[in-house]
């Protein structure tokens, strides 16, 4: 059993986790403040012959006490976290110059989309990506969260991100991972009987990784659109040959 | 409404005021007022319309301040439900 | 209730400790309203939420509801509750006679708002293609449009019927004389329904046909 | 005092056992309109449904402790759900909702608001029955054919409805996502029927409270459990419309295909989540504040002392109640909602942390100075106290909105979930039943085998889920069929078969109750006032005859004065007549001894 928080990648990580602990010093003081005093209270005050329970019927002065007190403690928390919070979920603090790419849940698999050589996402040339994310380290990405049939929720728990996917919505979500490596993609709202399957890959890649990673992937879907349609026709969502599809739990119904 | 008091509210009237409310409300609702207008001044007469309802027929007025704090009592609870969800879109 | 106080030999309940005036069973009516009104909340709240969502989805007032029709359907529903407080009243005076024809006039007067409204839709589902199921909708506007009209004026038509065939058992009380000047109860908790459904229309009539 | 033997016009010989196969018999179906035979009807009801809800959270854990294995006793199951004992990823999927809608809505909810509310109401408010005894009737007889539809729901093709209890749309919106079609819509009218019992239930309560009270009985002079019970019934009055507007709205999207929550014709899933959420928390404030009543009434007998802070102690349970109605969106940080309504809805979280800190500080300072006696109904009380302070301080982490992202659908929220519900309610209502069982049937639990029954509940319910503190925060997500499938989560599988082996023995060890309940109704019979409590239910026979008062009893003091300074007794009954009063007040003969 572990009481600590699994190590976080992103920038605002470490600001969730100190969050975290601060609130867990706090109640642990409180619940062991309590509970002691339970214990104590059953056995100092247990029943004895002739003695007689105390008739007091409260004192105003506690009840003012342990009103302030708790309100003080928890408006502070909340003061404490409503900074962190905006800065994480209000679109309109995102940091600029993020790399942007779509990500569509669907039942049972994440279904990612960037941008095309044309550097301009929902175009012909987009590439996609199925059950992968490609992210460059130290540059804040923003992933565009859609949902195609049911709700679903994007949760990367190293980089402490969670955020649900709503179909006929358009949710954007930002993190920046701050080391290379590969992390894991889960879906946290249960979205029908291949829920536990969605499990998807985040590879983190340096930049010169990363750069030569994406040229490549243009470059095939280029040849793919070609061979395809010589016309720049409707926009090929060409399956990427060089990721395997995996096998995902139930029937994708298309 | 104790029963010895036989004198009525004016029922009359307040049809008569409840039908000139109605066929107002109609008559805006068709005109081409601004949406912004004539959603404000419906809601208004059908509150008050609504009001006079609650007070006159079903005897508010002669009840005692407790059972008007009951009636009240589901209206901010409807008002923080639309105005807050309201936010969404 | 009265039977049971009795049965154990309970003087009758002390007015001070009770609301003054306000006898069980009216209360009971009261309490029960406040829960119909969180119930049209939810409804009629889904439908202003829908509609402030998604405003293309609902046509303009009278480009596909009929208006007039269910303005005049309105006025009757508006007479049905004067003539509920006029039996109520004539109960009041001890006037039997008074409160039968009274509430005769309203269950009439109630049942007429609940026919006219089934022969509207009729109108708007066979001709205008308003349906509430989404694939089959075919009116102005969208299929959200269908599905909440239906479900608000359905489950206000419902309440309507409802407080017909409760009126009908009172009238039919009536005729055996259970109600006194004294004994007013089951006329007055059921014109507080009465009037609380007349309520929810006028506030749903304006929503949903004006606006 | 002469008592006349109890003309009781019913013959109710309760032998219902909740063996785990056979279902509680009452032997004569009784269309009784006396509340207290309603009360004991609501509890055979919810206590069958508490034991069908602890098999499905047995069978939840085996799948989660030994995934894909063969389940002892599973062959029983029909090969849609579990072939060959192994149960089936949609099966888990009803499991758990079915689990979490049975223990809300037929178990722990029936079991605080339909038993102790039926039960107490009329008695510590001192009136012979119920505002409307008819309409208490049909709440019950409404209860049944709720519980009968759910639990058909599991036979009919397609299984029961797998969308979670919340059934977040659009995957409950339609079966095309879930291949569940009729399970889902039984579901839907199941709790639709529900609501109109837990209205018709909450009418009667609040009117009785308001207008039947004995003379004497001001508002300030009403045990906790009763203010408890009425505050719950106003929250039931506000809170189930809203969610009979709900389920509507969803069946007729199931069924019609209307488009509220559909969002591939036009409807918005997010509509659904705030309409359910906005009668979610006030329903799981529901579940607590009757259990938060019963637990001040037996800290404070078995303290022998007056609750500390009466009056705060109401105020809190209104500043919950009016609360609850502001929270309901920290169930929805993640959902999508607009963010900044997210930073509104945290800080109306943080604020409802203060009343349950005010209660919890008066069950301590009522402790504080008593003369305590250790018997069963205190344990469980000072149990829930205990386990509601876990419980309430683990919900601050939730509020927090940054930490909520890393713990939110996971087993965080599992543990806060069942620490709050089982910890608290469940124990409070072992409480209750322990210590109202004489008026139930007139005789009294086995105090030996109550106590061996709560310490090792308490033990095993914490080695079940304080753990699961820890998978919450490793991340190990919410209602997965096999989370092992996650390479992240693949090392939590010793804790969660841990955790199950001991969920299996906590479920055992509940038969210590269950026969402890069955023998005792055997067991010798009590008189008025076993534990030496001060409110009107002890100040009739044990159980209290048709019609409850032989006198209309007059109140003169409030419910906790125990040890008064100068009385020969620890506790003095509500019908004692004060000394000092003037002798006018003292003219109404007081009730029986």
Sequence with gaps: MNWLLPPSYSTFGPDIDRMYYIILVITGVIFVVTEVLLVYFLIKYRKREGHKAEYIEGSTKAEIIWTAVPAVIVVAIGLMSAGLWADIKDPSRFPAGSYELILNGRQFEWEATYAGADGVLETADDFTLLNQINVPVDRPVTVHLRAEDVLHSFFLPDMRVKQDAVPGMSIPVWFEATTPGEYTIGCAELCGLGHYTMNGLLVVQTEPEFEQWESEQQVAALEALERESPLPGATASVPDAANTARTSGGATEE | MSLDKHTHPPYMTIWAVLAVLMFGKVAVGLSDLPQAVAVSILVVISLLSAGLVALYYMHLRFETKLLWALAFLPFPLVAILILTVIQEW | MESHAAAVGLPGRQPEIALEGVYTKKLGMWIFLLSEVMFFTSLIGAYVILRFANPEHFASPGEVLNVPLTAINTFVLICSSVSMVKAFAALQNGDQKGLQLWLLVTIVLGSAFVGVQIYEYIQLAAHEGFVPSADLYAAHGGPLYGSTFYVMTGFHGTHVTLGVLALIFVLMQARKGAYTPQNLGGVEIVGLYWHFVDLVWIVLFTIVYLI | ??????????????????????????????????????????????????????????????????????????????????????????????????????????????????????????????????????????????????????????????????????????????????????????????????????????????????????????????????????????????????????????????????????????????????????????????????????????????????????????????????????????????????????????????????????????????????????????????????????????????????????????????????????????????AGITFWYPKFFGRIMNEFWGKVHFVLTFILYNVVFFPMHSLGVQGMMRRLYDPYQYEIFADMLPLNRFISIALFALVVVQVIFALNFILSLRSEKVGPNPWKANSLEWAVPSPPPHGNFQHMPVVYRGPYEYSLPGAEEDYILQTEPDEEAEPAERSVEPATR
Excluded at chain 4, 150 to 165: D, P
Excluded at chain 4, 254 to 274: D, M, N, Y
């Design chain 4, 1 to 430: 005092m002469s008592v006349s033997a109890p003309t009781t016009d019913f013959d109710l010989l309760p032998f219902a056992g909740e063996h785990h196969e056979e279902l509680p018999f009452i032997r004569k179906y009784i269309f009784s309109t006396d509340h207290k035979v309603i009360a004991r009807q609501f509890l055979f009801l919810s206590l069958f449904f508490l034991v069908v809800g602890g098999l499905l959270a047995a069978m939840i854990r085996w799948q989660l402790g030994f995934p894909g294995q063969p389940m002892p006793g599973g062959d029983v199951l029909p090969d849609t759900m579990a072939p060959g004992g192994i149960i089936l990823p949609e099966f888990y999927n009803a499991l758990v909702t079915m689990h979490a809608t049975f223990m809300i809505f037929f178990a722990i909810m029936p079991l605080l608001v339909g038993v102790f509310g039926n039960l107490l109401i009329p008695l510590q408010v001192g009136a012979p029955d119920m505002a409307f005894p008819r309409l208490n009737m049909a709440s019950f007889w409404l209860a049944v054919p709720a519980g009968v539809l759910m639990l058909a729901s599991f036979a009919v093709e397609g299984g029961a409805s797998g969308a979670g209890w919340t059934a977040y749309a659009p995957l409950s919106a339609s079966g095309e996502w879930t291949g569940v079609y009729l399970g889902q819509q039984l579901w839907l009218a199941s709790l639709f029927i529900l609501g109109f019992s837990s209205i018709a239930g909450s009418v009667n309560y609040v009117t009785t409270v308001i207008n039947m009270r004995a003379p004497g009985l001001t508002w300030l002079r009403l045990p906790l459990a009763t203010w408890a019970l009425f505050i719950t019934a106003w929250l039931i009055l506000l809170a189930m419309p809203i969610l009979a507007g709900a389920l509507i709205m969803l069946l007729f999207d199931q069924t019609i295909g209307t488009a509220f929550f559909r969002p591939e014709v036009g409807g918005e899933p997010l509509l659904w989540q705030h309409l359910f959420w906005y009668f979610g928390h006030p329903e799981v404030y529901i579940l607590i504040v009757p259990a938060m009543g019963i637990a001040s009434e037996v800290v404070s007998n078995g303290s022998r002392k007056p609750v500390f802070g009466y009056h705060s102690m109401v105020l809190a349970i209104c500043g919950i109640a009016f609360l609850g109605w502001i929270v309901w969106g920290h169930h929805m940080f993640m959902s999508g909602m607009n963010p900044m309504l997210g930073t509104t809805f945290m800080v109306t979280t943080m604020l409802i942390a203060v009343p349950s800190a005010i209660k919890v500080f008066n069950w301590l300072g009522t402790m504080w100075k008593g003369n305590i006696h250790l018997h069963t109904p205190f344990l469980h009380g000072a149990g829930f106290v205990s386990l509601f302070i876990i419980g309430g301080l683990s919900g601050v982490f939730m509020a927090a909105t940054p930490v909520d992202i890393q713990i939110h659908d996971t087993y965080f929220i599992v543990a806060h979930i069942h620490y709050v519900l089982f910890g608290g309610s469940l124990l409070a209502i072992f």
